[in-house]
T-cell receptor
Framework: GNSVTQMEGPVTLSEEAFLTINCTYTATGYPSLFWYVQYPGEGLQLLLKATKADDKGSNKGFEATYRKETTSFHLEKGSVQVSDSAVYFCALRNRNQGAQKLVFGQGTRLTINP | DTEVTQTPKHLVMGMTNKKSLKCEQHMGHRAMYWYKQKAKKPPELMFVYSYEKLSINESVPSRFSPECPNSSLLNLHLHALQPEDSALYLC???????????FGDGTRLSIL
């Protein structure tokens, strides 16, 4: 079946630190991969996506590269800000199986201290 | 600003009440979704509508009744809910196949 595993949180960093949140997946076929962010009291916002191997998604200084050989989609940012404090969800959507379903990881809570 | 609008933002209801959650999008998306999210957990899929027809029901109890009156609107009718149904209910929309889903800010539901 399809599944997503994220690094366990919470993650606490100082402002301007480098961020990595690990995400690995299990899927047959060719899934699309996503990172969503959820700020306190809000819904999920699409942060970035990649639809095929070696694609790099990027937005607001965040990047993630679709690595088929390691089945990974790690989220990175070079210099985090207090405003990046949120919960981050990695997700996949499998075009071969249940294409309308998003499979989420458990989420990683990120706190950035000034 | 989100492009998927949900109302109300908060709802408190008793176990015998009947209420409805509403969701609206004007992005031309033909797939719409209801999710339930408990605290510190990822969203759980409840229902999917594709071209205004119900395509997925994830074995949701009948006290939750979805409705898709047209391609822009999605409702979730609630009746005789239980305290464990208290959660954040999220609506999302997308193009029908294999694309990103866009979420609203949700309705925070409390069952007394």
């Amino acid at each position: 079946g399809n599944s997503v595993t994220q690094m366990e949180g919470p993650v606490t960093l100082s402002e301007e630190a480098f961020l990595t949140i690990n995400c690995t997946y299990t899927a047959t076929g060719y899934p699309s991969l996503f990172w969503y962010v959820q700020y306190p009291g809000e819904g999920l916002q699409l942060l970035l996506k990649a639809t095929k191997a070696d694609d790099k998604g990027s937005n607001k200084g965040f990047e993630a590269t679709y690595r088929k050989e390691t089945t990974s989609f790690h989220l990175e940012k070079g210099s985090v800000q207090v405003s990046d404090s949120a919960v981050y969800f990695c997700a996949l959507r499998n075009r071969n199986q249940g294409a309308q379903k998003l499979v989420f990881g458990q989420g990683t809570r990120l706190t950035i201290n000034p | 600003d989100t492009e998927v609008t949900q109302t109300p933002k908060h709802l408190v209801m008793g176990m015998t009440n009947k209420k409805s959650l509403k969701c609206e999008q004007h992005m031309g998306h033909r797939a719409m979704y209801w999710y339930k999210q408990k605290a510190k957990k990822p969203p759980e899929l409840m229902f999917v509508y594709s071209y205004e027809k119900l395509s997925i029901n994830e074995s949701v109890p009948s006290r939750f009744s979805p409705e898709c009156p047209n391609s822009s609107l999605l409702n979730l009718h609630l009746h005789a809910l239980q305290p464990e149904d208290s959660a954040l209910y999220l609506c999302a929309s997308s193009q029908v196949m294999a694309s990103a889903q866009h979420f609203g800010d949700g309705t925070r539901l409390s069952i007394l």
